[in-house]
């Protein structure tokens, strides 16, 4: 029996929620545990997994679907790697088109493709009404996880409180969350255009973490492979 592929699409549609973020963060999962993979950088304008995943990612236009049927082909082509697609913001329309025209969700499971959209949420209403136009869009045909992001927002209420929680469960979603980082201490690993990895090894400087920001930044990362493995990506 042929073994499954995972195709992860990091999403959100909203700007600024942390979708390359969670994107940087499998992707160093995948390495940290020697998961092969391969991604795709739908972002032209920032590229994190270009940027600090360089050797891991190559790029891809949403709006071309030659190019986002590459990401298929690499699936089908090499079954045993996890395929990473960190999508931009405003890209759910063409996303959208390109799968409902390629059929992509039906033939899923002739192709031996597990289709995995990763929403991620600040904690703003934006957040929840794209969630819920999502399950509008694709209800019980997609497999989701809900990724709430405490570095863009502690209190999660507007969710609670929207009656999405319910249709998640119905659909199988998983729901992680993520917690804070000392927002300095990401903006140094930006700055210095570190993978994780890199900036909490103590023999690296180049970010200039000090002692204590690189024990706090192997505790958060432990944390949030914790949330990770709860949804075996």
């Known amino acids: 029996m042929s073994s499954i592929t995972q195709i992860h699409l990091i999403g959100g549609e909203k700007g600024g929620v942390g979708k390359s973020m969670v994107a940087r963060l499998l992707a160093q999962y995948f390495i940290d545990r020697s998961i092969p993979f391969t991604g795709f950088d739908a972002d032209r304008s920032h590229g994190a997994l ?3 995943y360089a050797g891991y990612a190559t790029p891809v236009l949403v709006d071309e679907y030659e190019s986002l049927d590459a990401i298929v082909e690499a699936a089908t082509r090499q079954p045993e790697r ?6 931009a913001a405003q890209t759910g329309e063409p996303l959208t088109r390109w ?9 899923a499971p002739e ?9 991620v949420m600040d904690s703003g209403r934006d957040s929840v009404e794209l969630l819920r136009e999502l399950f509008e869009r694709y209800q019980s045909r997609l ?4 990724v709430q992001n405490q570095l863009r927002g502690s209190q999660f209420r507007i969710f609670d409180e929207s009656g999405l929680a319910a249709r998640a469960q119905q659909y199988h979603a998983r729901i992680v969350g993520l917690r804070r980082l000392h927002e300095s201490t990401m903006l140094k690993i ?10 909490a090894r103590a023999e690296d400087h180049t970010c200039g973490l000090g002692v204590l920001e690189r024990q706090r930044l192997n505790s958060w990362l432990q944390a949030a492979y914790e949330s990770l493995a709860t949804v075996d990506p």
């Open 143 to 146: 497999n989701y996880v809900l």
């Open 99 to 107: 799968m409902d025209e390629s059929q992509l969700l039906a033939v």
């Open 190 to 199: 930006d700055a210095s255009s570190s993978s994780f990895w890199a900036a």
């Open 82 to 87: 996890r395929i990473l697609v960190d999508l």
């Open 50 to 52: 270009l940027r600090f």
């Open 111 to 119: 192709l031996n493709l597990n289709i995995r959209y990763w929403h």
